[in-house]
């Protein structure tokens, strides 16, 4: 590589990285704080995270609801009446492949942490990573929703709205690999599990408000004039 061409890219990097800080700033200051992942409790987050795979979260609200109101919204109760999990959470869609998916997480938090959070958090983030894409059905996002949002590890997550927003500006191919994506957001922002989680909960915000999948609303987007992304 010549040095011109080195230069070159050591600006489009610095480029990049400003261009990430600055619609941080600009998203907070148009939506303010987002108090995402809701829940009660680390466990309600956990099991939240599982359910929203391939659907709103409306309906996983309603399906958490419908747990609670049973009463046995804790890993050793919703194992125990693990014969019941498909019809409480019909509700969330797939409840079929998401019922596996879920037993299988409750006998690993069962079985490795006894069920406790506090415990699990305890375990270093890179290996409670690797056994969490262990479990049956835990694919990275689901992985990383559980670490940052249920147990504010400092792991950013990469979903279909941030795929969406940066590859419309032409940041990344939208299937590039999970972890390249990943690692470019850890490369370029704090090593800070609040500002991860703002800053996801806010390209969320975006995504669904006005960076659409179809029809996009770009001319009232709140950000176009203050953040230019192309």
């Known amino acids: 590589m010549t040095t011109s061409s080195m230069t070159e890219t050591v600006k489009v990097q610095r480029s990049f990285r400003e261009k990430i800080r600055a619609l941080y700033h600009e998203l907070y200051r148009a939506f303010g704080p987002q108090n995402w992942w809701p829940?009660?409790?680390?466990?309600?987050?956990?099991?939240?995270?599982?359910?929203?795979?391939?659907?709103?979260?409306?309906?996983?609200?309603?399906?958490?609801?419908?747990?609670?109101?049973?009463?046995?919204?804790?890993?050793?109760?919703?194992?125990?009446?693990?014969?019941?999990?498909?019809?409480?959470?019909?509700?969330?869609?797939?409840?079929?492949?998401?019922?596996?998916?879920?037993?299988?997480?409750?006998?690993?938090?069962?079985?490795?942490y006894n069920g406790d959070a506090a415990l699990m958090q305890q375990k270093d983030c890179t290996a409670l990573r690797k056994e969490l894409l262990g479990v049956e059905g835990i694919g990275r996002e689901t992985a990383d929703c559980i670490l940052l949002y249920a147990l504010s590890h400092p792991v950013f997550v990469i979903d279909a709205y941030t795929r969406r927003i940066f590859s419309r500006h032409a940041f990344f191919a939208y299937n590039a690999p999970y972890d390249e994506l990943q690692q470019s957001f850890h490369d370029t922002l704090p090593k800070d599990a609040k500002v991860y989680n703002e800053y996801h909960a806010l390209l969320v915000r975006l995504g669904k408000g006005y960076c659409k999948k179809n029809e996009p609303r770009c001319a009232v987007c709140p950000v176009r004039d203050t953040v230019a992304l192309s």
């Open 39 to 112: 829940g009660d409790s680390p466990f309600e987050i956990m099991v939240g995270a599982i359910l929203t795979q391939n659907t709103r979260w409306e309906n996983v609200h309603r399906t958490l609801t419908d747990i609670k109101q049973e009463g046995i919204l804790s890993p050793h109760n919703l194992l125990r009446h693990r014969r019941r999990i498909p019809r409480l959470i019909r509700r969330s869609g797939f409840y079929h492949v998401k019922s596996r998916r879920l037993i299988a997480y409750l006998k690993y938090f069962v079985g490795s």
